[in-house]
């Protein structure tokens, strides 16, 4: 029998509000508006294009004409009725399929600019905007998707994320900002991107008051750092006032004149960490003696936390099985790979597996019926490895969960594990990428589950993300092996080839990968296999692959193996990464997707705008 | 169209049963469930369903008759539909409805011929058999046979476009050529000049066309002004061209053709086609 809302009796105040209003009407109107007035000529290119960027809409690849639409997902938390929202106007104005990307937004490719509008209409009825998602701008504020379910948080961050998120858009302080700015919550130490962010937070209590750990100026890009923290403790009721205080910096001393180094991570950097911080406490002194009441009715912390996410406390997140193979029953390898206990006794998080965050409309319809059939705070999250977690779900429920899935090919498993590989959308669509990231970050995917890698508990901790230019969007620098996309001559012929990096990881204790060596786009899967080969042979006992990397980049392996640091692995790889000669195997030195000659196109990037 | 509402209702059903009507309005391109139901009551109408015979023959609206858009593919000559018609007892005067189980495309494609042969009191049910079925509307197995009748031919050539009308059209001011294909169809290849309407912007989930006011607003969007002359193509034979035909009928353009023949056509003739290969965006899709 189908299970009704029964198990949930008080469901309905558990559920978040259908229509959280981050959409405003007159917007859409405004926009199609300007669309006119500039097809006439009467708005300046510039300008009409750091409009567009303020309201979301971003440039496709060579073609002006076209945008991609990228969709704020505040926390990452969103209802079915936004997701089948979604779906249609993905059908009507979009290519029919959507796509996760790693900051939590879901962007709609290739909408023709006159329909821009019609998509901003459609998403205000369902709540949600496109407003700064682009452009120089508060982006779109990242909460962990375990939070409020992880064992190790010590409260959840979530209504604190949407409530920065609500206080910063729209916000007169934060429309003109030198450069984009990023802010992540984390729901513990470990899970979040707390370090590669402008700010950072991760939630920690003291004395029983509630407060956040604060890291500044992180960020990845061409050049990343990892950011600093600002003091051991801020209490909530200093939150609003710090942010306030970093943007205002940044706004101000921020470097309007070179694009290229313009993020405040390289302020921060420029001038020495000791003189910014000093900086923040003199600004948060400042903003806080002149709080308007105008800041302290915008900044309202939802304190109707859903209840069911105050349950009681259990244990860490641990796998739902024991040991599987790549005979496994197909079920089996699911539960063992996307599906984990939460700290709410009785209830899991069901992870859905993406192919480097697409999904087709009527997959986001079935993923939103899966979601009102079983997730007992009725709505889901997008996470930053590009797929989507379900939670609340109980074990009663997991096999029609899983079989409704699987009908419309949403049950591959390898969702928590490195066969769920991270990739942005390269040249499928942006002006920047030199190489289909998108496309290889999916054949790595099935490659992967093919040879059952996703049953592989040592290789589980580990993770591939992969950038189609140095720029980051695919987050490399915090893969244990990351990629990103350039072109090399070899033998001749301009080939698409990837940087290789060893040893990134995010959380707390994030650190940037270091580069390795450069590999032919159409040699990464081998050189992934032959990588995991070399590690199963030369590992001592019970090291994981990432544990692996982690010493081979410090050069302290020691034991047994041949294999001692980077310039040892890179020598036993120059034959994987060897190539044909261009004459012999002509499709070895083209990209994936690509049946001509490689070569590297790229246009005026608009991060910043 | 789906507001069923009393006046709409009448006046709707005016419209249909008036004699040597035009089309010139919504109310003359769509008929909602509730008027048709009215008018198989009545015995006023023909009801053509245009699925494939097996389907008809399992079920299909009360009184309707057959004619697969196969079939009328297949007889291409005006001689042959008005035949057809004819064989269907419908004659100059017979409203008929027209519908599919394929979101409207390939009632809009039939419906256009009849219309192409001067039966011009032809509409499209706003519902798709599907969804006429799901709100449990009368339907019936009987194979329906009504006595032939007799039909004028009077060819409309002003709703057709032939390949070089196309080819002029790019030089022309206020003709404008509408690709109803999807996104990535038209991105990787169009006829040069071509504007993308997408047929999956032209109707929604409950109603194979939108309400006119949306249609009208995608117009402006796009610049198309009701008195621009608008060509519509698509991939092969004008299904999704036909159903972009109605839907800009709807939003209020008088002067509109069907290049029937469409992109396979102008592609194997060797005429110019604009090109996009500088982005993989096939791989985008998750199928």
């Given at each position: 029998m189908k299970r009704e809302v029964l198990n949930y009796p008080d469901k309905k105040h558990l559920s978040p509000k259908s229509n959280p209003r981050w959409g405003k009407e007159e917007e859409t109107e405004i926009f199609g508006q300007n669309v006119k007035l500039?097809?006439?000529?009467?708005?300046?290119?510039?300008?009409?294009?750091?409009?567009?960027?303020?309201?979301?809409?971003?440039?496709?690849?060579?073609?002006?004409?076209?945008?991609?639409?990228?969709?704020?997902?505040?926390?990452?938390?969103?209802?079915?009725?936004?997701?089948?929202?979604?779906?249609?106007?993905?059908?009507?104005?979009s290519i029919g399929s959507a796509h996760v990307s790693t900051r939590q937004n879901i962007q709609l490719h290739w909408v023709q600019l006159e329909d821009v509008s019609e998509v901003m209409r459609g998403l205000v009825d369902v709540g949600l905007t496109t407003r700064e998602a682009c452009g120089n701008t508060i982006r779109n504020v990242m909460c962990s998707h375990f939070a409020g379910v992880c064992p190790d948080e010590q409260f959840d961050s979530t209504p604190y994320a949407k409530a920065i998120a609500r206080f910063f858009l729209r916000n007169p302080v934060c429309q003109n900002l030198p450069r984009k700015f990023k802010i992540n919550f984390n729901c513990c130490a470990q899970h979040g991107l707390v370090r590669i962010a402008d700010i950072g937070l991760i939630p920690v209590k003291k004395d029983g008051i509630n407060g956040f750990k604060i890291y500044l100026g992180g960020g990845l890009g061409a050049a990343s750092f990892i950011g600093h923290q600002l003091e051991e403790f801020t209490s909530e009721d200093r939150l609003v006032s710090t942010c306030m205080a970093v943007v205002r910096l940044f706004d101000r001393l921020g470097n309007r004149e070179n694009m290229a180094r313009n993020r405040m991570r390289y302020l921060v950097n420029e001038m020495g960490w000791e003189k910014f911080q000093r900086m923040v406490f003199k600004e948060r002194s400042s903003v806080e003696m002149t709080i308007s009441l105008d800041t302290l009715i915008r900044y309202k912390v939802d304190s109707e936390n859903p209840s069911i996410r105050q349950l009681s406390n259990g244990k860490k997140l641990p796998l739902i099985n024991e040991k599987v193979d790549i005979n496994s029953d197909p079920y089996k390898r699911w539960l063992h790979s996307n599906v984990v206990s939460q700290k709410q006794n009785g209830y899991f998080v069901v992870f859905i597996t993406l192919g480097a965050g697409d999904i087709t409309s009527n997959q986001l319809r079935s993923l939103a019926k899966t979601i009102r059939d079983y997730s007992g705070e009725g709505c889901a999250r997008n996470t930053p490895n590009q797929n989507f977690a379900v939670r609340f779900v109980k074990s009663n429920d997991l096999p029609e969960f899983y079989n409704g899935l699987a009908k419309v090919g949403l049950a591959n498993p390898g969702a928590l594990t490195m066969t769920s590989t991270v990739g942005c959308s390269g040249t499928t669509s942006c002006n920047l990428a030199i190489t289909n990231s998108h496309r290889l970050a999916k054949e790595i995917q099935s490659k992967f589950i093919e040879l059952g890698l996703d049953t592989e508990d040592d290789l589980r901790d580990s993770s591939i993300k992969i950038s189609g230019c140095p720029n980051s969007c695919g987050q490399h620098e915090i893969a244990t092996i990351g990629f990103y996309g350039g072109a090399s001559r070899i033998d001749g012929t301009m080939t698409p080839t990837y940087t290789m990096l060893f040893g990134g990881r995010d959380g707390e204790e994030g650190m940037l990968g270091r580069s390795v060596m450069r590999v032919p786009a159409k040699r990464?899967?081998?050189?992934?296999?032959?990588?995991?080969?070399?590690?199963?042979?030369?590992?001592?006992?019970?090291?994981?692959?990432?544990?692996?990397?982690?010493?081979?980049?410090?050069g302290v392996v020691n034991g047994k193996g041949q294999i001692k640091n980077l310039d040892d692995i890179k020598t036993a790889l120059v034959q994987t990464i060897s190539l044909p000669s261009p004459n012999d195997d002509p499709e070895s030195y083209m990209d994936y997707g690509n049946d001509i000659k490689f070569s590297a196109k790229t246009a005026r990037g608009e991060c910043a705008a | 169209m789906c507001g069923l509402k009393y006046t709409v209702k009448e006046k709707k059903t005016k419209n249909i049963l008036s004699r040597n009507h035009t089309l010139s309005n919504s109310q003359d391109i769509i008929t909602s469930a509730d008027i048709l139901r009215t008018l198989i009551r009545r015995n006023s109408v023909r009801v053509v369903d245009v699925r494939k015979e097996d389907e008809y023959k399992k079920e299909?609206?009360?009184?309707?008759?057959?004619?697969?858009?196969?079939?009328?593919?297949?007889?291409?000559?005006?001689?042959?539909?008005?035949?057809?018609?004819?064989?269907?007892?419908?004659?100059?005067?017979?409203?008929?409805?027209?519908?599919?189980?394929?979101?409207?495309?390939?009632?809009?494609?039939?419906?256009?011929?009849?219309?192409?042969?001067?039966?011009?009191?032809?509409?499209?049910?706003e519902l798709t058999f599907a969804k006429w079925k799901s709100y449990g509307f009368e339907t019936e197995k009987k194979i329906n046979v009504f006595p032939p009748a007799k039909h004028s031919l009077k060819e409309n050539k002003e709703i057709y476009a032939t390949y070089d009308e196309v080819e002029r059209a790019k030089s022309e001011q206020n003709k404008i050529l509408v690709d109803s294909r999807e996104r990535l169809n038209f991105l990787s290849e169009h006829i040069p000049g071509a504007t993308n309407l997408p047929y999956t912007m032209l109707g929604t989930a409950d109603s194979i066309l939108r309400e006119p006011q949306e249609i009208k607003r995608f117009m402006e969007n796009r610049g198309i002004s009701i008195d621009d002359e608008v060509i519509t193509y698509c991939g092969s034979v004008g299904t999704l061209s036909g159903l972009a035909y109605y839907a800009l009928r709807m939003g209020g353009v008088k002067k509109i053709r069907l290049y029937s023949k469409s992109f396979k056509e102008w592609k194997k003739l060797g005429k110019p086609i604009e090109e996009f290969k500088d982005a993989n965006f096939w791989d985008l899709s998750a199928e």
């Open positions: 500039f097809r006439k000529g009467k708005i300046s290119e510039d300008d009409f294009r750091r409009f567009r960027l303020q309201h979301g809409a971003y440039g496709s690849r060579l073609q002006q004409n076209y945008s991609m639409v990228r969709i704020k997902i505040p926390s990452g938390e969103i209802t079915p009725e936004q997701l089948e929202k979604i779906a249609a106007l993905s059908e009507a104005f990464v899967i081998a050189t992934l296999i032959k990588i995991i080969e070399i590690y199963k042979q030369e590992r001592s006992s019970n090291e994981s692959l990432a544990m692996w990397i982690g010493k081979l980049i410090n | 299909h609206i009360k009184t309707a008759v057959s004619i697969p858009l196969a079939t009328v593919l297949e007889n291409d000559s005006s001689e042959r539909i008005v035949q057809l018609l004819e064989q269907s007892g419908i004659s100059d005067k017979t409203p008929v409805v027209v519908y599919d189980d394929t979101f409207g495309a390939l009632a809009a494609r039939v419906a256009w011929t009849f219309q192409y042969v001067g039966h011009s009191n032809t509409s499209l049910l």
